[in-house]
């Protein structure tokens, strides 16, 4: 009898039913990331402007490319947030606007991650050698310029339209994300794990990606939701500049460019608060998301 129960004890780890201590950790870290106030605040936050990103142009109570004759009405009950220049309602745009910065902004962080995630662990597990060196010595020439500068030379030689901004954006993430990753490759790559699969005689491109990759994981999505904050700011600047997204969209950024000449009356406040505030919104959002990840990963 003792000896069936020891089978039956063993068929579990056999067929796999037994969870795996990445998956406990995973389990654990998604646990605390429930209990977290602030990264539940900041996906409320979030999921509220992606709603309007998806949705935003058929929901709105009024056109937001739509023009109307109540010109620079102020805050009202017709118009909650006021009209434009062009008596277009404010409080459409706003919802709308979303769109464009969640869509460029999403994607130039995930260039970024991907191409400096790539860059670090290959300078991480080579640390030391001719590729390390070589490509350190470049990412420190990038970073040595403003990052500001780049983007805006880039997208006076290449054009501005929604793809030259995501890769632009995405190329000036690169040796930021790269360096970040690197750092924390060279603190994993002597540890047992990675000999033990040396030893295997594992080939250097199978211990980067199975076996350092999913052990750097935690570090590297902080990384992302951190230049997500700063890629949503990234468009709006450039945006702002003339060098982002182009008219007739609504984006916040344009309304604001469009609009921000009428402060100097110090009467019509509305139709550039509003705009501002949404991007501070998201900002925020982002930066809470951030946050909180961070708090459990360093726990």
């Known amino acids: 009898m003792s000896g069936m129960i020891d089978d039956a004890a063993g068929i579990e780890p056999a067929l796999g039913f037994v969870p795996s201590e990445a998956k406990i950790a995973r389990r654990e870290m998604l646990g605390q990331l429930v209990k977290s ?34 010109v620079l009405a102020p ?27 969640l869509s460029v902004a999403p994607l130039a962080t ?102 350092i990759l999913p052990n750097v994981m935690g570090p590297i999505v902080v990384e992302a939701t951190v230049r997500l904050g700063y890629a949503i700011f990234a468009v709006a600047g450039l945006t702002f500049l003339g060098f982002g997204v182009q008219p007739p969209s609504p984006d916040w950024s344009l309304q604001i460019a469009d609009n921000y000449q009428l402060l100097n009356s110090g009467t019509y406040w509305w139709t550039v608060l509003f705009p501002a505030l949404a991007i501070a919104t998201l900002i925020i959002g982002v930066n ?12």
Not at 288 to 299: E, N, S
Request: glycine share 12%; with cysteine.
């Open 37 to 70: 106030k602030t990264f539940i605040l900041g996906c409320i936050i979030v999921a509220f402007w992606v709603f309007w990103a998806l949705f935003g142009a058929h929901l709105t109570p009024h056109d937001p490319l739509g023009q109307g004759e109540d």
């Open 110 to 211: 995930a260039l970024g991650i991907i191409a400096g995630t790539c860059l670090g662990l290959i300078t991480g597990f080579w640390g030391g050698g001719l590729a390390d060196d070589t490509i350190s010595r470049i990412i420190d020439a990038v970073l040595a310029l403003p990052l500001i500068v780049i983007a805006v030379l880039a997208l006076t030689g290449l054009g501005s339209s929604n793809s030259t901004l995501i890769i632009v954006i995405g190329f000036v993430f690169t040796p930021i994300v790269a360096r970040t990753v690197r750092a924390t490759v060279l603190g994993e790559r002597d540890l047992d794990y990675v000999q033990a699969a040396r030893l295997r005689g594992e080939r250097a491109p199978f211990i980067m990606g199975k076996e």
């Open 75 to 101: 805050p009202s009950t017709a118009h909650w947030f006021g009209t434009d220049q062009l008596g277009r309602d404010v409080f459409s745009r706003v919802l709308a606007g979303a769109s464009d910065t």
């Open 288 to 299: 809470l998301i951030a946050d909180g990840l961070q708090q459990v990963v360093d726990r």
